[in-house]
């Protein structure tokens, strides 16, 4: 008959961090393990997530368990292996999606894209086998013989409950600054920090779901603003990359059109403007600006126009439900 674990809150602070901490390398683990079957197209994005939730745990409780931050620096860097890989292959799944609803000249663009990031794929590598987690076994261990002692700090620990409720105070604070700063679409820098507040907040209110009431709905709220957020930063990207594939094809309409000069042709002879890739360039381009602009209504609209208020009075809540529970 097995065991019920603990409830979290019940805890002293650093014996639920690294309990916590230790359900996060298990996950992360079976995510790599995942890794070299090339038919679970769901196992990199898996590990990415695992590594980024265990070192937001570990920074946000830093002062609960002995982990240390060089830890944290080869999570991220281990996480950060494949950003290009993945930005990729969002943009190759922004084309397939729209595929058969492209005019003939898009579909002439959409094609020299698609190229240009294939190739570009091939040429970094794709990033989805173990090759990409190289490092995780060795630093899995090494996390785990550190969770295993007992950290510096005053005794007797606070419990996890207070500890908790400091700690997502001060991430939703700091969501609610993020938010401030993006004011119209051109603020790409200060909405992509809003959507890493937003998932660190996220992530930081997980442990909790089963123990406070309102965290399932919570997570569920910062997951839909830190989607809005993410469609905006890959349409950015993918707006890049078509700019990338324009200054190129452009580049090469002008070799083209001296070529015919030299030659004795006209500078205006060539492609015919259904079969110019810039014209189908720019016209997607155009489309991604469309998008763009509807998501940020999204946004605008969803938790720009209040502040963020609606999405963070349940944290609140939490907040105060979980300094009762520390209280009693």
Same mark, same amino acid.
């Given at each position: 008959?097995?065991?019920?674990?603990?409830?979290?809150? !019940?805890?002293?602070?650093?014996?639920a961090?690294?309990? /916590?901490?230790?359900?996060?390398?298990?996950r992360?683990?079976?995510?790599?393990r995942?890794?070299g079957?090339?038919?679970?197209?769901?196992?990199?994005?898996?590990?990415r997530?695992?590594?980024? &939730?265990l070192?937001?745990?570990?920074?946000?409780?830093?002062?609960?368990?002995?982990a240390?931050?060089?830890?944290?620096?080869?999570?991220k860097?281990?996480?950060?292996?494949?950003?290009?890989? &993945?930005?990729?292959?969002?943009?190759?799944?922004?084309?397939?999606?729209? &595929?058969?609803?492209?005019?003939? /000249?898009?579909?002439?663009?959409?094609?020299?894209?698609?190229?240009?990031?294939?190739?570009?794929r091939?040429?970094?590598?794709?990033?989805?086998?173990?090759?990409?987690?190289?490092?995780?076994?060795?630093?899995?261990?090494?996390? !785990?013989? #550190?969770?295993?002692?007992d950290?510096?700090?005053?005794?007797?620990?606070?419990p996890?409950?207070?500890?908790?409720?400091?700690?997502?105070?001060?991430?939703?604070?700091?969501?609610?600054?993020?938010?401030?700063e993006?004011?119209?679409?051109a603020?790409?820098?200060?909405?992509?920090r809003?959507?890493?507040?937003?998932?660190?907040?996220?992530?930081?209110?997980?442990?909790?779901?089963?123990?406070?009431?309102?965290?399932?709905?919570?997570?569920?709220?910062?997951?839909?603003?830190?989607?809005t957020?993410? !469609?905006? /930063?890959?349409?950015?990207?993918?707006?890049?990359?078509?700019?990338?594939?324009?200054?190129?094809?452009?580049?090469?309409?002008?070799?083209?059109?001296?070529?015919?000069?030299?030659?004795?042709?006209?500078a205006?002879?060539?492609?015919?403007?259904?079969?110019?890739?810039?014209?189908?360039?720019?016209?997607?381009?155009?489309r991604?600006? &469309?998008?763009?602009?509807? #998501?940020?209504?999204?946004?605008?609209?969803g938790y720009l126009?209040?502040?963020?208020?609606?999405?963070?009075?349940?944290?609140?809540?939490?907040?105060?439900?979980?300094?009762? #529970?520390?209280?009693?």
């Amino acid at each position: 008959m097995s065991r019920t674990p603990p409830d979290p809150v !019940t805890l002293p602070a650093p014996e639920a961090v690294r309990a /916590h901490a230790r359900k996060l390398i298990r996950r992360t683990g079976r995510a790599y393990r995942r890794l070299g079957d090339g038919d679970d197209p769901e196992a990199l994005h898996d590990f990415r997530v695992g590594l980024r &939730r265990l070192r937001t745990l570990l920074r946000a409780y830093r002062p609960f368990q002995a982990a240390g931050r060089k830890a944290e620096r080869r999570l991220k860097d281990l996480a950060g292996r494949t950003n290009r890989a &993945r930005d990729v292959e969002v943009a190759l799944a922004w084309l397939d999606a729209r &595929r058969e609803g492209l005019a003939p /000249h898009e579909g002439v663009g959409a094609a020299r894209l698609a190229a240009r990031l294939a190739a570009e794929r091939d040429r970094d590598g794709n990033g989805d086998g173990p090759e990409a987690a190289a490092g995780w076994s060795a630093l899995s261990r090494d996390l !785990t013989q #550190r969770l295993a002692r007992d950290p510096d700090g005053a005794q007797p620990p606070p419990p996890f409950a207070a500890t908790a409720a400091a700690c997502l105070r001060e991430h939703a604070g700091r969501l609610r600054e993020q938010l401030a700063e993006v004011r119209e679409i051109a603020d790409q820098e200060a909405a992509h920090r809003a959507r890493i507040a937003a998932k660190r907040l996220r992530y930081l209110l997980e442990p909790l779901a089963g123990s406070v009431d309102g965290v399932n709905a919570a997570t569920r709220a910062l997951a839909s603003l830190q989607d809005t957020l993410g !469609t905006l /930063h890959d349409l950015e990207v993918l707006i890049g990359h078509l700019g990338d594939a324009l200054r190129e094809a452009a580049a090469e309409g002008a070799d083209r059109r001296l070529a015919a000069v030299v030659t004795g042709g006209h500078a205006g002879s060539g492609t015919p403007e259904a079969a110019d890739p810039e014209v189908g360039l720019l016209s997607l381009a155009a489309r991604a600006g &469309r998008e763009q602009a509807e #998501r940020f209504k999204e946004l605008g609209d969803g938790y720009l126009s209040d502040g963020g208020g609606r999405l963070l009075a349940p944290v609140e809540k939490i907040c105060a439900a979980l300094d009762a #529970r520390a209280g009693g």
